[in-house]
């Protein structure tokens, strides 16, 4: 009865779940607390509320871990059947717990309607298994214990309204786990900016190994790949080589990380912006305010950003921004010298700003010229030299992949990249997508 | 091998998602799509990068279902497994495939590359497998049939990121499902905006009945609310009694409605702008280029968007909006006065632009003052009369719940709902979170 709960599973009930009409967050809020406490999550499953896939579900995840955590279908309505499941897995008859009932007829009182028997049944519960309390709702939740051929399982059902199934996992599920013992996982994530995930997987090479611990693991996302750290053991040994794993993955890739656990670019750049009192201003045209949107997403950005240009027409280009016509003209709106003269425009237009960023590019699916295909993308940082009036300008030109969404945003997360990498390290490598210089 | 996929299991694959560090979408996103072919969806599941675990998922998923869709574990680095998953679970050996080769060895031309042997793993397929071309990625998807006890199962497999598996699955996939004859479900979204979820709620009444069919629901989300119309049976009965609840829908709530389907606030202002010959313009303070990136999001935006300013610090606001220092020094940069400025300094320095909104508020979570509480916003729209420089303006003040996104977002849909009630009705009804005037 006592074996710890080393593995996991998890089961979320609910047709609107199957047939994809809601979205569901519950599995990942459970799985991340159970992660944390040192117990592996080996599986998420979701079933629709049809009593048979139920029954059987809940009997092949009983069989396979020593602890389920499961959420829904424990409502008042007739496609509930998640107490049925429940007892036909145990091979026990359902009965009305008391306290249960009781709090019912409370609940109902103070609405001051009567318990009708479809409501009653929320007070059923396995002859072994105990009741939950739901402090925010009607639905009791139910914890019990089935008989596995080669172990017992430790089985939660709760609710499925977060609001109801946090408080009673906080409550009454997390005191009751035993993680195994002394074992606990610890994570870390490790952010980059600007390397493609194959040659930060090639830089980290064995660290990657499946069979290592820590377990190390890559995912990328429009241009940054974060690097992911697991460990898994006694807690001094998984602190410690959590950091030992942090020292190799920062001696492998340190030169594009910006961030260590869960801090945005946009914070990184804010941060070093703020260290050094210094302040930016945008100038976009492809990527419309996104760039803006994402500095000023960040609580406090006030502090060192002062806004910027949605320069997406050429009028404003030359009216706001002084591209001169001759450029627009000549090489275009989406050049090289369109990109520099955005960046210098708007440090020029705003003295107290020290950095500007611009963009300019064709995102598509139409606009594409000769020689610049969609995805074609121009950024320029421009940023003064001793608090001079003179800026020397840092232009690049891209090529990036995806559809309009894709490469706005990315033309906009390489942009805070390019700030990025020139705050903190006075360089900027060759990034992900650059084509030139 | 023609029987129909009445049944289908949904895998998602990735330790990300196991140990609840990302959310899976991809998931209900699938679902939705088999559900609406009529293919009951009896299982989601997520497994970890093991290799062991995943086989033995594969391989009972295929045991029970005529079709598997899976995401994830196809990129090029170590912790990618399931092409091997796959090959255990068909007993079969992976092999090369010549065109999947040749794509990333273009690929990786163009990219000034060499192609590294990590990469080039992403090539490899089980013998009997075909490889699903991946337009947006470097790795192609995987297709084959797995020989099960009593019948064959179809298995897909394409990458994690949505924006390469979106356009794989339906350019793929969907061909190749094949849905049992008879019932069918058919969706329809109806959109409005700025009316409160419970007075629409209010307003379908018996519409919404849990036991009708066609099923009618509503999501609120960021001053949107959808209403779903879900009619499932036979396709001609579906597509009438779809079309008879739209109408009935449309007579409950038509004046908030601004589309059917799937289209956004930003392409249905855009549309009406198109439609007028007419242009606009955007001055955000506290949105800091949100609201000019959601009307930039759309293709053809250029057509009537010239775009904007990003006014966060005051100097902004005064240098390129043209709003006094008394109103900034007296009312402050959060009030109506300043609103209202923003808008016209906004149109003023567009001769070409016949509308301007605007955005100033506390987005919070700090910045409160006295009388103006975090998600305290002023917005206000401008408009031209009949070309003129006379521009009146309708500017209101919200309060509007959430968090910084929340209040951001709320915002700029907020802004952009203003100018879509006044070019479809001419006028604009009190809306969501307004408090005055």
């Known amino acids: 009865v006592t074996a710890p709960h080393d593995r996991a599973a998890i089961l979320s009930i609910g047709d609107e779940l199957a047939i994809g009409q809601s979205l569901d967050t519950n599995a990942m809020w459970i799985a991340e607390r159970c992660t944390a406490r040192g117990i592996r ?79 009653r049944a929320q007070a059923l519960r396995p002859m072994s298994a105990r009741c939950i309390p739901n402090p925010n709702g009607t639905a009791p939740g139910l914890a019990a214990t089935i008989a596995a051929e080669r172990h017992a399982c430790d089985v939660f059902f709760l609710p499925g309204p977060p609001r109801e199934m946090h408080p009673m996992f906080d409550a009454f599920v997390a005191p009751a786990l035993r993680p195994p013992g002394g074992r606990v996982v610890r994570t870390r994530l490790i952010r980059t900016f600007g390397l493609p995930e194959a040659d930060a997987g090639a830089r980290l090479g064995d660290l990657m190994r499946r069979d290592a611990n820590p377990l190390i693991g890559t995912t990328a996302s429009g241009g940054i790949v974060t690097v992911r750290i697991r460990a898994e053991g006694e807690a001094a040994w998984a602190d410690a080589a959590t950091d030992t794993a942090e020292a190799a993955v920062l001696a492998a890739v340190g030169d594009f990380v910006f961030a260590t656990g869960e801090r945005t670019l946009s914070e990184a750049v804010l941060d070093s912006l703020r260290a050094r009192s210094e302040r930016m201003v945008v100038a976009e045209s492809c990527t419309s305010g996104l760039l803006g949107a994402m500095v000023g997403a960040i609580p406090g950005a006030s502090d060192c950003f002062l806004g910027g240009y949605i320069a997406y ?63 074609t993308v121009f950024i320029a940082r421009a940023s003064r030299l001793n608090n001079s009036a003179h800026a020397p300008v840092d232009a690049r030109r891209f090529l990036i992949a995806g559809d309009r969404d894709d490469i706005r945003e990315r033309s906009a997360v390489t942009a805070l990249g390019m700030l990025w990498h020139h705050l903190a390290h006075a360089t900027t490598p060759k990034l992900l997508w650059q084509i030139a210089p």
């Not at 009965?95 to 318990?115: S, Y």
């Not at 921004?321 to 709106?333: E, F, S």
């Not at 050049?335 to 960046?343: G, K």
């Open 41 to 119: 999550v080996v599986e998420h499953r979701t079933v629709a509320d049809d009593l048979a896939e139920l029954t059987r579900a809940i009997t092949e995840l009983a069989a396979r871990v020593p602890v389920v955590i499961a959420t829904g279908g424990l409502g008042p309505t007739a496609d509930d059947l998640t107490r049925q499941a429940l007892a036909d897995a145990m091979r026990e008859s359902l009965v009305e717990d008391p306290q249960a009932l009781a709090r019912l007829e409370e609940i109902e009182r103070t609405r001051g309607r009567t318990l009708t028997p479809q409501r």
């Open 313 to 375: 027409a050429n009028t404003l280009k030359r009216m706001d921004l002084g591209v001169p016509l001759r450029i627009l003209d000549g090489p275009g709106a989406v050049s090289m010298e369109a990109a520099i003269e955005m960046a210098q425009g708007g440090l020029r237009r705003n003295p107290r700003a020290h950095h500007a960023l611009s963009i300019t590019g064709i995102a598509g699916p139409t606009g594409e010229t000769p020689g610049k295909p969609v995805g």
